[in-house]
């Protein structure tokens, strides 16, 4: 049976707590590169951070910004064994494991859609015991020698701005026949907006009142929390009114002219089920 819904998220600061910034940034601030690498790495961030916060990071910005960071990383000799070590300090927000296993347990298929690189996600999904939940991951893919794991380059096709996120979160509904308005997403910036084209099927997380004000501009709802079970619940909420609205839709009369009788359609059957008689006073 085809779902009925998709999920997608956005991964940094958003399945991981914002205090990480990102999973880049954990992995070069602990002895991914070199000094130098470092430095250079700090001053491209500190340049491109403040614009990608506000949805406004150009195409051209996102690719100069990935490729010079990829390129540092293949400088600096920086293995996937490496990242494995670093990123065990790594935790997932508290409630993402239940999210998922709520997704699961409802065959509703999840993809993550990241500006991250696609080994780092799965690294930290593995070192947090959700290996291979996801059923899609969108992000830029490190091109790896086989030896010794070293990175040396990365996939030509990668998620490179917020815009584009909409472009992956649409392909993967596609894969399951889930039309564009059955896309529910969850992001933490500006640029998560962009994982559904329905406002209303977006929920913003924040960290504070000033990150909500600002992201309930572009998302349908915003909720201040550390943890994820206000997620759990949004998607719960979500599906429910939906079917709802489904089952009122489907409150019709009865074909037959003779009868004059409402009937519904059962949602777990797709078969006519008579409304029960009314009780008259
Ligand atoms: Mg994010």
């Known amino acids: 049976m085809e779902p ?76 996937l064994n490496k990242v494995e070590k ?3 300090r790594v935790k997932l927000r508290k ?10 347990k409802k065959k509703i298929p999840f993809a993550i859609v990241s500006y991250g690189i696609r080994q780092f996600i799965e690294i930290a999904f ?13 992000a830029t893919e490190l091109i790896i020698s086989p030896k010794k794991r070293t990175i040396t380059g990365h996939n030509p096709r990668v998620v490179l701005s917020g815009k584009s996120k909409n472009v992956f979160s649409r392909e993967f509904a596609g894969i399951y026949n889930v039309s564009p ?19 209303d099927n977006i929920l913003g997380i924040a960290d504070n009142q000033e990150e909500e004000e600002k992201l309930k501009k572009s998302m349908g709802e915003v909720v201040i929390t550390k943890n994820f ?6 998607l ?15 409150e019709l009369d009865c074909a037959d002219p003779n009868c004059g009788k409402e009937v519904r359609i059962c949602r777990n059957c797709d078969n ?10």
């Open 4 to 79: 009925n819904w998709v999920v997608v998220f956005d991964f940094d600061g958003t399945l991981i707590p914002k205090s990480y910034k990102s999973l880049y940034d954990v992995v070069d601030s602990n002895g991914g590169v070199t000094k130098h690498c470092r430095s250079m790495i700090i001053k491209m961030r500190e340049k491109y951070l403040q614009k990608a916060h506000a949805g406004k990071l150009s195409k051209d910005d996102m690719r100069d910004w990935l490729i010079k960071t990829i390129n540092l990383y293949v400088k600096s000799g920086l293995s």
């Open 229 to 234: 079970y206000e997620v759990i619940s949004w």
């Open 95 to 104: 409630g993402v494991a239940e999210c998922f296993a709520f997704l699961k």
């Open 272 to 281: 006519f089920m008579p409304r029960p008689p009314k009780i008259e006073n």
């Open 236 to 250: 719960k909420r979500k599906m429910r009114e939906a079917e709802n609205q489904e089952s009122v839709n489907n």
């Open 181 to 199: 308005e059955n896309i529910l997403g969850v992001g933490d910036s500006s640029g998560d907006a962009y994982l559904s084209d329905y406002k």
């Open 86 to 88: 670093i990123l065990k």
């Open 126 to 138: 593995k070192l947090n015991g959700l290996d291979g939940m996801a059923d899609k991951i969108y």
